[in-house]
């Protein structure tokens, strides 16, 4: 099923002529009202007149999360602030947030672009989407509620949490597809296996979105089983309208990503040279249609590969692989991105703890930040320990919305990598 | 009137008190006295010590985190009521004992006593004044 097929199935030459058309649009707005991209455009001795095929894209300067955060609260706007209808934030910790902004036809086109998702998933006007996401300054709740609603679908706006309230929602209004974390959907899972079958029976779910958070194949599957529906993997961020930036068709090989509105790229993190297709490496992502906040060459840090190959269901815009992981050491707990960073200087505020210290993960999203006990912090006194470990862990769980296990370690006993010391230790199986 | 006492931080693992002591050991280091204050993941480990500086550098350069701390060493008549009568003293001074561990070796019959009080220069001063037999550092290290 197409929401727009005549645009979903553009042929390539069209769809690549309409892309240069839109880049170079977007190109010269920013070059002209952005001041901060003009500074950028001219520390790398290029302009908008140097952009004459896709390729040439690559002359352009990349954008980072670092330009989004230097240009907080509303650096990088390429309109009025009276053509503006919405703003979105990153997902929520209290350092400096990324702001992103939406005029009008900005959230029209992220909400057709999700009804597109939708629709090459099966969903019709006559179903009903259950969207327990946090509606917020998280765009994942929002833009799935629009996309589904241009459709024409029924939308129950049940947000997280409260899952005898979802249960009761799901039998009573017949849901048959529900937009969730895949964290909350193990949990209703295990809730699903105590109810029973009988309790299945009286349900009507087809199909199931995650977003938010990565998970594996495994998590796919063994939610698959027993909710007894499909899950479709979908791809988004907030940098880039939220959810519904590439998502999986009927044929679940890869996930389409809509090229006429953005421009990607996969390059090497290590040198940002440009991979061929089928290469694994960072996606890099134009927005070609973004009037309030046109975004060039965002690295978006995710890994994965473009599929060139043509997918069966007809459609010519690309797939690209589910992500494979990060290219920086940015993690995600509990639908939260989370940056080393942020917990080195909660550890520095309270204890000038500063590289002394690792963040392990393990599965169902437990988190240890391990810090050592060098000189400064011992002073012989237990109590003093006892509370360092009680002030760390509750600062930190006021920084990252998630409380963490705090262990105090002798010197030494963390494991050092060569080279660049390694904070992260990722033990989960999402990737 | 300070004795100097060394801390180390160890982890709740197997093992660990054996690698202090053993590198201890391996630099002729006497122990004196010793006690181990513990949580369940990490605990301290406090001596008194024949040579302070030769322990502290011995522990230091076997990846121990070190810390010489302050503490009173007093004679306490070996009887019952002995410790208490002393205790009491602080107790009545309103001055807490933040930790307090005994000598394995007796001193001209008397027991010796570790102790670390909140404020040490006002213990020391009020033990004094009750009395209380309070041993100078250099005997206290070859006891």
């Known amino acids: 099923m197409f929401w727009q097929k005549n645009i979903e199935t553009l042929p390539r030459e069209q769809l690549e002529k309409l892309q240069l058309l839109r880049l170079k649009a977007t190109v010269k707005r920013v070059y002209a009202k952005v001041p901060y991209y003009k500074k950028l455009f001219r520390a790398k001795k290029t302009a908008p007149k140097e952009i004459k095929t896709l390729e040439d894209i690559t002359k352009l300067p990349f954008t980072t999360r670092d330009d989004l955060q230097k240009n907080y609260p509303d650096g990088l706007l390429s309109v009025t602030k009276d053509k503006l209808v919405r703003l979105h934030t990153s997902s929520g910790t209290t350092g400096k947030p990324k702001a992103v902004f939406f005029t009008e036809k900005d959230i029209a086109t992220a909400a057709n672009n999700m009804a597109r998702c939708l629709t090459m998933t099966g969903v019709t006007k006559s179903d009903v989407l259950q969207n327990m996401m946090s509606y917020g300054l998280f765009t994942g709740g929002l833009m799935m509620h629009y996309g589904a609603e241009k459709i024409g679908a029924l939308v129950i706006p049940a947000a997280i949490g409260n899952t005898d309230r979802q249960l009761l929602l799901m039998q009573d209004f017949g849901t048959t597809s529900i937009h969730l974390t895949p964290s909350y959907a193990l949990y209703l899972a295990a809730i699903f296996e105590k109810k029973g079958r009988a309790f299945r029976k009286k349900l009507k779910l087809k199909r199931a979105y995650m977003g938010a958070e990565p998970y594996t194949e495994e998590t796919k599957n063994k939610i698959e089983s027993i909710l007894k529906l499909k899950v479709y993997n979908s791809y988004g961020l907030t940098e880039m309208n939220g959810p519904g930036v590439a998502f999986e068709c009927g044929f679940q090989a890869g996930m389409h990503l809509w090229e006429d509105s953005y421009l990607m790229e996969i390059v090497d993190p290590k040198t940002d040279r440009p991979l061929p297709d089928g290469q694994t490496g960072e996606l890099i992502l134009t927005t070609l249609t973004r009037e309030g906040m046109p975004i060039i060459r965002y690295r978006t840090r995710d890994l994965t590969a473009i599929i060139p190959e043509k997918c069966k269901c007809g459609r010519t815009h690309r797939r690209i692989m589910r992500i494979k992981g990060r290219a920086d050491d940015m993690f995600i707990l509990r639908g939260v991105n989370i940056y080393p960073q942020q917990i080195e200087r909660v550890l520095m505020s309270v204890a000038h703890v500063e590289k002394n210290y690792q963040i392990y993960l393990e599965d169902n999203d437990k988190m240890t930040v391990k810090v050592e006990i060098t000189k400064k912090l011992f002073d012989g006194n237990l109590e003093h320990l006892k509370k360092l470990q009680f002030d760390l862990t509750e600062k930190l769980r006021a920084e990252i919305m998630v409380r963490p296990s705090v262990e105090l370690v002798e010197p030494g006993t963390l494991p050092v990598s060569e080279g660049k010391a390694k904070r992260v230790f990722d033990n989960r199986k999402i990737y | ?143």
């Open chain 2, 1 to 143: 009137m300070h004795v100097k006492q060394v801390s180390i931080f160890l982890e709740n693992k197997k093992g660990r008190l054996l690698d202090a002591l053993k590198a201890l050991a391996k630099a002729k280091i006497n122990i004196r006295a010793l006690s181990v204050a513990d949580t369940a993941d990490y605990g301290i480990l406090r001596m008194i010590v024949s040579d302070v500086p030769r322990a502290k550098a011995a522990l230091e350069s076997a990846g121990f985190t070190v810390k010489e701390t302050e503490v009173i060493a007093i004679a306490v008549s070996d009887q019952p009521g002995g410790l208490a009568k002393i205790l009491e003293v602080l107790n009545n001074a309103g001055l807490n004992v933040e930790y307090v561990y005994a000598f394995a070796e007796k001193h001209e019959n008397d027991a010796i006593v570790v102790l670390r009080t909140e404020n040490i220069e006002l213990g020391i001063k009020t033990l004094t004044n009750a009395k209380v037999k309070i041993l100078e550092p250099k005997k206290v290290y070859s006891i």
